[in-house]
């Protein structure tokens, strides 16, 4: 009977510091301790999310550890996020996941953070089959992926400007939300009706771009707040489900043009914008329209999370892709080709 493998991840790329237990593809522990620090500086500070992982990361990984019943004798490799993301906050997971391989002396498996979020697509039923069309939708991260493979991707397009993320954020910002604004713009729209138009942004390609309905949701608002003082308390349900409609609908037209172009049937979602209710819904009934066969993760690792690290360098275990010592975090690219 061959060894079982068990994999400790650990992920740390922006305010959320994480830890799970995977053995042989499937989840046994997944940890999450969040920052809610953040929330009174309208976004994330790195210098602070940094100080906050160094003081989470040792109770989080005991905890992973302790939830899945695993003693780290039993560990196969230990995998963390290398990138993208924010560098402060990347090197305590990384310093941490290097120290804990080295002193276990078992193999460190370093991810790739975008590719750990279409790898989620796997830690649960129903699977794609490859390859297929990931759309991956985050706060700091739109892109439209090729998946020929867990080692092989290609990006086949990518946000310009903001992120869709960032979008919602930004809106939200202007409309008078907390950070962050995503989960308060779908709560919102979700007694209101798009009855407000926002111009669409004209991107040539498979290319995204926010920036432009970003600067017309700010000009509408000058106006109307010049007429009403009171117009965005008077309309913010409205005002949210316009928001969240248009950008929505920007995500899903570019996605179905290269559904059609690439004539590929097996299309998922991926990222903590995944999480919003009006385009799961949307991309459900797309789907359906098309004929696709769609995939969302669980609500649970849509965001920032460690199962999802673990489930790929799951992929690489397999493969014997292990890294050295003295790998370095990085903050941009999509390496997941290296």
Sequence with gaps: MSKQVTILAIESSCDDTSAAVLRDGRVLSNCIANQEVHRQYGGVVPEVASRAHQVNIVPVVEQALRQAGVKKSELSAVAFTRGPGLMGALLVGTSFAKALALSWEIPLIEVNHLQAHILAHFIEEPKPNFPFLCLTVSGGHTQLVLVRAAHDMEVLGQTLDDAAGEAFDKAGKLLGLDYPAGPLIDRWA????????FPETNVPGLDFSFSGLKTAILYFLRERLAADPQFIEKNRADLCASVQHAIVSALLKTLQRAARHSGIREIALAGGVSANSELRHRFEQLGQ????????????????????????????????DFCAQDVAPYTRGFHLCD
């Design 190 to 197: 979700q007694s209101g009706q798009p009855r407000f138009v």
């Design 289 to 320: 329209l098309e004929g696709w066969r769609t995939y969302v993760p669980a609500l649970q690792y849509c965001t920032d999370n460690a199962a999802m690290v673990a489930m790929a360098a799951y992929f690489k275990y397999l493969r014997g």
